[in-house]
């Protein structure tokens, strides 16, 4: 036989002198096929490199078993953490994953959206990149009935199911546990987007300062793409502020440790001269010195909950109502970088 040739159900049943239906039955496990034949027959698909059509088979039934994932950057630890908790869901479920990363381009979405669309996913979870604002590019997916939702950063249209943390309340928290320790002129550190997430916690933060009486200026935003090193930039831009500041809120934490060490390394003492805090509760946040002040942001959660209501949905159990948004809990975790004490 051509190597290059898949190995059919006519060539089993050819060799094996069985009926086309009786080996269809078998590789079903079917238990109108006898045990003894079944081994024959699956004895015999193995020896010969015999692989199901499963896509052929469900397309026939109109479904793919497959759900599209669509996230910013795969290099990220909450976003690794959303994953963990979509593959648990949808593998007990039987469906498998397609992942692609916008890599933070509008342009590279559309691209993604289109590829999944192509590859026809029954469903599709979606975090934004950073400088989306039309999301005109998911209509292909609703004109098609095909369901979707987004998680983190989401849809700012309120057209769509989204899943995400309170950003706002978790910022004001942050900034007000700051205010506690005695901060009294804050630098907030944030991306460079429009995005709900950012947005959110600019507000927050805002909210924050005038609750406890203190003036919000525009000079106490530094805007950068928070990264690591970002954070060194930012703590350099920091130093030379007049007055120096004496709290910083980062809007993630790899970006707050970049920071933080390189005002350390300034000859700063954290947090009696500038106390930081982060955001995401990353694993760097509790190796760095000292441990940093952060919110615990529940990524594998997020993941569960998406992937269910995404695939609760597609089983019939319930539908996506587009106006429909889950809230999750956030906590607050002081650690040494605030406490004064």
Same mark, same amino acid.
């Given at each position: 036989?051509?190597?290059?040739?898949?190995?059919?159900?006519?060539?089993?049943?050819?060799?094996?002198?069985?009926?086309?239906?009786?080996?269809?039955?078998?590789?079903?496990?079917?238990?109108?096929?006898?045990?003894?034949?079944?081994?024959?027959?699956?004895?015999?698909?193995?020896?010969?490199?015999?692989?199901?059509?499963?896509?052929?088979?469900?397309?026939?039934?109109?479904?793919?078993?497959?759900?599209?994932?669509?996230?910013?950057?795969?290099?990220?630890?909450?976003?690794?953490?959303?994953?963990?908790?979509?593959?648990?869901?949808?593998?007990?479920?039987?469906?498998?994953?397609?992942?692609?990363?916008?890599?933070?381009?509008?342009?590279?979405?559309?691209?993604?959206?289109?590829?999944?669309?192509?590859?026809?996913?029954?469903?599709?979870?979606?975090?934004?990149?950073?400088? %989306?604002?039309?999301?005109?590019?998911?209509?292909?997916?609703?004109?098609?009935?095909?369901?979707?939702?987004?998680?983190?950063?989401?849809?700012?249209?309120?057209?769509?199911?989204?899943?995400?943390?309170?950003?706002?309340?978790?910022?004001?928290?942050?900034?007000?546990?700051?205010?506690?320790?005695?901060?009294?002129?804050?630098?907030?550190?944030?991306?460079?987007?429009?995005?709900?997430?950012?947005?959110?916690?600019?507000?927050?933060?805002?909210?924050?300062?005038?609750?406890?009486?203190?003036?919000?200026?525009?000079?106490?935003?530094?805007?950068?793409?928070?990264?690591?090193?970002?954070?060194?930039?930012?703590?350099?831009?920091?130093?030379?502020?007049?007055?120096?500041?004496?709290?910083?809120?980062?809007?993630?934490?790899?970006?707050?440790?970049?920071?933080?060490?390189?005002?350390?390394?300034?000859?700063?003492?954290?947090?009696?001269?500038?106390?930081?805090?982060?955001?995401?509760?990353?694993?760097?946040?509790?190796?760095?010195?000292?441990?940093?002040? %952060?919110?615990?942001?529940?990524?594998?959660?997020?993941?569960?909950?998406?992937?269910?209501?995404?695939?609760?949905?597609?089983?019939?159990?319930?539908?996506?109502?587009?106006?429909?948004?889950?809230?999750?809990?956030?906590?607050?975790?002081?650690?040494?970088?605030?406490?004064?004490?």
């Amino acid at each position: 036989m051509d190597q290059d040739k898949d190995v059919t159900i006519y060539d089993l049943a050819r060799v094996l002198n069985i009926s086309v239906a009786t080996i269809s039955r078998a590789l079903k496990d079917d238990p109108v096929v006898s045990k003894k034949t079944k081994k024959k027959i699956l004895d015999l698909a193995e020896e010969m490199g015999y692989r199901s059509n499963h896509f052929a088979r469900n397309l026939r039934n109109r479904r793919t078993h497959m759900i599209g994932v669509i996230i910013p950057r795969v290099n990220s630890y909450f976003m690794s953490t959303v994953i963990a908790g979509i593959e648990k869901v949808t593998n007990e479920a039987g469906y498998n994953l397609i992942i692609s990363q916008s890599s933070e381009s509008v342009a590279k979405e559309i691209q993604c959206v289109r590829t999944m669309f192509n590859n026809r996913v029954d469903g599709l979870l979606v975090s934004l990149a950073y400088d %989306t604002t039309d999301t005109s590019h998911f209509d292909l997916f609703q004109r098609k009935s095909i369901p979707f939702l987004f998680f983190d950063r989401v849809a700012e249209d309120n057209r769509w199911a989204n899943v995400l943390i309170d950003n706002r309340k978790a910022s004001y928290e942050v900034t007000s546990h700051l205010i506690a320790q005695g901060c009294r002129r804050i630098v907030h550190v944030t991306a460079n987007s429009k995005s709900n997430v950012y947005s959110d916690r600019i507000l927050g933060y805002k909210q924050a300062l005038a609750d406890h009486h203190l003036p919000f200026a525009e000079e106490n935003i530094i805007r950068n793409t928070l990264s690591q090193e970002a954070g060194g930039d930012a703590a350099a831009f920091i130093r030379q502020m007049d007055p120096l500041p004496d709290g910083v809120f980062v809007a993630n934490d790899n970006c707050a440790v970049g920071c933080l060490l390189a005002l350390k390394r300034s000859g700063l003492r954290i947090p009696e001269d500038i106390a930081i805090a982060g955001f995401n509760n990353d694993p760097v946040s509790t190796v760095v010195e000292p441990n940093l002040t %952060t919110v615990n942001y529940p990524g594998y959660e997020m993941g569960v909950v998406a992937a269910r209501n995404l695939i609760h949905h597609l089983n019939g159990t319930s539908g996506i109502e587009v106006t429909n948004t889950i809230l999750l809990k956030a906590e607050l975790i002081v650690r040494a970088s605030t406490q004064r004490g």
